[in-house]
């Protein structure tokens, strides 16, 4: 009997439909065992790494004492009388535009650091205040101590600041040139010991810079000084 094609259409359909039914049933159960065996295994979430300090503890230290010894330069050029030279007074000026960029620069750093501006240890980074590159002056001022509250190398004590103030002419200008070339000369004596201390990054190249820009300062302060009998 011939069979129509209508019917031997139905017939292959219902074929398909008997094929399809198993393998969908064998890949939702495939599916759920996946998802069964994801749910009893624990979540593991991959750890991410801590992240890279900005700033090491070497450069953290000479940083926050940096930035104190740079305020006090500020402080000594307030102090020092309004009578006082103009080419000092100019020289004064320069230095106080100097070390207030510079101020900006370690503020910054020490702000992406989150770590505070001041130095809870100041100067334990810097290990040896007698370290063999200073020279004469420097190691005088890094090892003379101002009084027990100054640790760091040149700074002035508070009875050298009230003298800055009370002091006018050419008395103000003669105090205040050795007052600033032994401040330049200690941290110059600190800029020096972080180049020696650190492998690279921006704090070695401000350390250097540091030294570079002092130097040329404490020359000048040298020659006003002679003029003035001040030594030099």
């Given at each position: 009997?011939?069979?129509?094609?209508?019917?031997?259409?139905?017939?292959?359909?219902?074929?398909?439909?008997?094929?399809?039914?198993?393998?969908?049933?064998?890949?939702?159960?495939?599916?759920?065992?996946?998802?069964?065996?994801?749910?009893?295994?624990?979540?593991?979430?991959?750890?991410?790494?801590?992240?890279?300090?900005?700033l090491d503890a070497t450069?953290?230290?000479?940083?926050?004492?940096?930035?104190?010894?740079?305020?006090?330069?500020?402080?000594l050029v307030q102090r020092?009388?309004?009578?006082?030279?103009?080419?000092?007074?100019?020289?004064?000026?320069?230095?106080?535009?100097?070390?207030?960029?510079?101020?900006?620069?370690?503020?910054?750093?020490?702000?992406?650091?989150?770590?505070?501006?001041?130095?809870?240890?100041?100067?334990?980074?810097?290990?040896?205040?007698?370290?063999?590159?200073?020279?004469?002056?420097?190691?005088?001022?890094?090892?003379?101590?101002?009084?027990?509250?100054?640790?760091?190398?040149?700074?002035?004590?508070?009875?050298?600041?009230?003298?800055?103030?009370?002091?006018?002419?050419?008395?103000?200008?003669?105090?205040?040139?050795?007052?600033?070339?032994?401040?330049?000369?200690?941290?110059?004596?600190?800029?020096?010991?972080?180049?020696?201390?650190?492998?690279?990054?921006?704090?070695?190249?401000?350390?250097?810079?540091?030294?570079?820009?002092?130097?040329?300062?404490?020359?000048?302060?040298?020659?006003l000084l002679t003029q003035?009998?001040?030594?030099?």
């Amino acid at each position: 009997m011939t069979t129509s094609p209508a019917l031997r259409d139905r017939r292959a359909a219902a074929t398909a439909r008997r094929r399809w039914i198993p393998g969908a049933a064998l890949s939702s159960l495939a599916l759920l065992l996946l998802v069964l065996g994801a749910a009893g295994r624990p979540l593991v979430i991959g750890e991410n790494p801590a992240p890279t300090p900005v700033l090491d503890a070497t450069e953290i230290g000479f940083t926050q004492d940096m930035l104190a010894h740079h305020q006090q330069a500020l402080i000594l050029v307030q102090r020092l009388s309004p009578d006082a030279d103009p080419t000092v007074r100019r020289l004064a000026q320069q230095i106080a535009d100097s070390q207030r960029t510079e101020i900006g620069m370690l503020m910054g750093w020490l702000r992406l650091a989150a770590t505070a501006p001041t130095n809870p240890h100041p100067m334990a980074w810097m290990h040896d205040p007698s370290d063999s590159t200073m020279t004469g002056h420097e190691h005088q001022a890094a090892t003379t101590a101002v009084s027990p509250a100054t640790t760091m190398p040149g700074m002035a004590g508070l009875a050298e600041l009230d003298a800055l103030s009370a002091a006018s002419g050419r008395d103000a200008e003669t105090l205040f040139l050795q007052l600033m070339q032994r401040h330049h000369y200690g941290g110059v004596a600190m800029a020096r010991a972080a180049d020696a201390l650190l492998t690279g990054g921006p704090v070695k190249t401000a350390a250097r810079d540091m030294v570079g820009t002092q130097g040329q300062e404490i020359g000048v302060i040298g020659l006003l000084l002679t003029q003035r009998g001040g030594l030099g």
